[in-house]
């Protein structure tokens, strides 16, 4: 495939986004890029997210490729691009709170993604909402949004070697206040890990606020080991929210619904929306309009 860059659209700790459109189709696509030597992150993404082709909840993944840039190589891959951003940026758009019926629906789209990655045996580890991208779709004709699980950067493969846990207890292997007290105190990483994840996020599209307020690094490693206790739960929640939430927070993790159980749950049960307003074309343009630099890339 060949394609051009058009601008940045973030750096991460593993690589540079940028936004990027096929020569051939005009389609506009995200690139994920790194130096090839140390693209070791990036690879494995790569091998995750082609483990889940087509599904709605996960990001799409067309590939990769490995271009050459002032002499350097650099490793590519080519994801699909959320014209939306993130689900921090939709909180934003909300004023900071998300209406409980909206984060309903949000919440059974983020655990049909959580089953298929854990049902192949994967855990994401980082699940927060800077990694859940916002994508329009129609549905009946109306405009609507669908949220997609995105950076697997940190995820557990199946099959990872943890015979050196001992060495990882009592440290965060993804974002502090979204991580569970088994993951740090133990260095436990299962997918309840990304269920407890999930409540935090939730709590945060109800408030407006992460799920352990502003706690300093000290007071969150001391609540998630010593502490006995999970985030506090919002009291103008609905009873089913309330419910949904303490199986997310269930603080031994065997006990912790899975995301399968999660979805029988009253809390998730299909709720109106509504539409979700995009205008495409003002999008589309101001993308071409911020042309910063061009590669080619032959895959």
């Keep these: 495939m060949k394609w051009l860059r058009l601008k940045n659209l973030g750096q991460g700790s593993y690589g540079t986004v940028y936004l990027a459109i096929s020569t051939f189709t005009n389609e506009l696509f995200a690139v994920k890029n790194a130096n ?9 993404e790569r091998r995750i997210f082609e483990r889940f ?18 002499g350097v190589l650099k490793y590519n891959i080519l994801l699909e691009y959320a014209p939306m951003g993130s689900l921090l940026n939709l909180m934003r758009d909300c004023g900071g709170r998300i209406l409980e019926s909206h984060v309903r629906k949000y919440t059974k789209m983020l655990l049909k993604g959580l089953s298929c990655i854990h049902s192949s045996g994967h855990v994401h580890c980082d699940l927060k909402p800077a990694n859940i991208l916002v994508f329009p779709r129609q549905v009946d004709g109306l405009s609507d949004i669908q949220l997609k699980i995105a950076d697997f950067g940190l995820a557990k493969e199946p099959g990872e070697d943890d015979s050196d846990k001992l060495f990882h207890m009592y440290q965060y292997r993804g974002t502090p206040c ?5 993951s740090v105190q133990f260095a436990e990483i299962t997918p309840a890990l990304d269920i ?4 935090c996020i939730v709590i945060e599209m109800i408030t407006g606020r992460v799920a352990w307020g502003n706690l300093d690094s000290k007071e969150l490693f001391n609540k998630l080991v010593y502490g006995n206790e999970s985030p506090k739960i919002p009291e103008y929640m609905s009873e ?8 997310c927070f269930e603080l031994d993790h065997r006990e ?3 995301a399968d159980t999660l979805l029988t749950r009253p809390f998730v049960d299909d709720a109106p929306l509504q539409p979700v307003e995009t205008n495409t074309e003002e999008l589309l343009s101001s993308c071409f ?3 910063v630099n061009s590669v080619l890339c032959e895959n």
């Design 36 to 44: 090839l030597e140390d693209s070791s992150t990036l690879q494995k």
């Design 53 to 70: 082709p087509g599904t709605d909840e996960v990001v799409e993944c067309y590939g990769y490729c490995v271009s050459k840039e002032g």
């Design 178 to 182: 979204y991580m569970s007290p088994e």
């Design 196 to 199: 407890w994840s999930l409540g």
């Design 240 to 247: 089913s929210g309330k419910d949904f939430l303490r199986r």
């Design 256 to 258: 912790r619904w899975t």
């Design 289 to 291: 309009a911020c042309v």
